[in-house]
């Protein structure tokens, strides 16, 4: 397919940008009453998807259920959502909100309804500092959807994040229901000044060497647990992935119910997947040191930083709890009192070992949202696959879709967002094979046809939100 083809029939079927004016009105003047009611209420704002409800009779527009099912529940370990295609198009929706979006026509259509209507409410949600953290965009964001709608008012709400994986004849997506937390660890030792002619055998920066040369010998514990995400996502692998080892396939099968096997299936990873490490545990790096103002005097005050990223099955209070057991004896060693946390210090003797949280910003991992028997991950997996296997993408073509649960390493905005709902994704529908030059870089780029495909997804899961019955 030439590419100007592609871009055109990437644009045209779903999006429906490029509609004619003719077809358009033909379409419109073919709409049943009961659809204005419907869209007449999409007010089209994302972040979320929020419905008022009491049952919808009028859901089934044009015979069509956009309500997939799961396939074989119980016997694969990885179900897969149908393919969920809404049949209303982008433009007419738009016309239609434009045309009957007023108070009266609402109103009318409330008494004419008997109450019984869904307000289905599209927020789009643009934070703008989510590498600082989200502290300015997505708190605002945050405590204004909160005060506007309430806690837990959304149905589903889909952020930046998760990827995708060409794996011979398959297309893997990795929407990410899990994140990790995180927590930065302040060091601080204080020790007396004094001439440098003179010095004691350890500075209080050699007693910081020597904290920090501790942590770095006792590394947090790698676990793989049967309930964690990236188990799931495993068994995602061992159904659907062609270019799985036969051997690492039946490892991952045979753990589901043998412990030996899990144990060899960790063993595995650690050795061959060079993230594991990252996924099943939590992380330590030294990121930030500092102390000594002249080489004449003794420093009398130096402090490391050290980032931490939290394993699911792990906390922040475990996390302190390990950091206090690793340091706190290396304090004792050279005579010195220790605060972990606040814990107080006892005496002064040779000095002082403080422990705290840098910035004030520990976070615990996000709560799990949920993948089995969940109406909103199935509408987003079943968009997923949609939008790939309905693609006019020359390199989808023939591909089948897999849709497999991920945990997300690094923070998003949606650690400011559990209240507002319990189903949240970070999924952008963006491929690793589109990404070009690496993250947070000069000349990072995506492929146009790759972040079509994104507008493409956006477009059908906001219609699919329109008409499904998965949300509540
Ligand atoms: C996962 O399993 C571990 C070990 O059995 C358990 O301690 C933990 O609470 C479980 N986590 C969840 C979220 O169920
Ligand atoms: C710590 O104090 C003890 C007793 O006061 C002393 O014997 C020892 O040398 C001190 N050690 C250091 C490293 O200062
Ligand atoms: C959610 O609400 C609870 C109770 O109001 C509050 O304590 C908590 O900090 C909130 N969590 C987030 C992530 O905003």
Known sequence: MEKSEYFKEAIDPELSISYQTGRRKASLARMPDQIRRIVLFCCVCVLGFLTYVAKPSIWSIDGKSATPVLQDPSGSECPQASPISSSLHADLLKLLEKEFASEEYKAKAYETLGGAVRIPTVVLAFGIDEERGGISGATAIRDHLLTTYGEDAFSILVDEGGFQELREDVLIAYPAVAEKGSFNLRIEVSTPGG???????????????????????????????????????????????????????????????????????????????PQFKAIAGTTQAVDIIGGGVKVNALPESTFAIVNHRIAGHSSVGALKAHITTVLGPVAERFNLSFDAFGGGAGHAANGLVTLSDAFDTGLEPAPITSTSGSGPYELLSGTIINTIESSPRKAYSGKKAVVAPSISLGNTDTKHYWNLTKHIFRYGHKGGFDAYNGAHTVNEAIRAEGFLEMIRFFSQLILNSDQTDLLE
Do not use: M, W
Not at 238 to 252: R, S, T
């Open 195 to 273: 001439h440098s002619s003179v010095p004691p055998a350890h500075t209080g920066i050699g007693i910081l060497a020597a904290l920090v040369t501790e942590l770095e010998e006792h590394p947090h514990p790698i676990q793989l647990y049967r309930n964690a995400t990236f188990y799931e996502s495993l068994q995602c692998q061992a159904a659907h992935d062609p270019k799985l080892p036969p051997h690492l396939k039946n490892l991952i099968k045979g753990s589901l119910n043998s412990d030996k096997a899990l144990l060899e299936l960790e063993t595995e990873l650690l050795e061959t997947n």
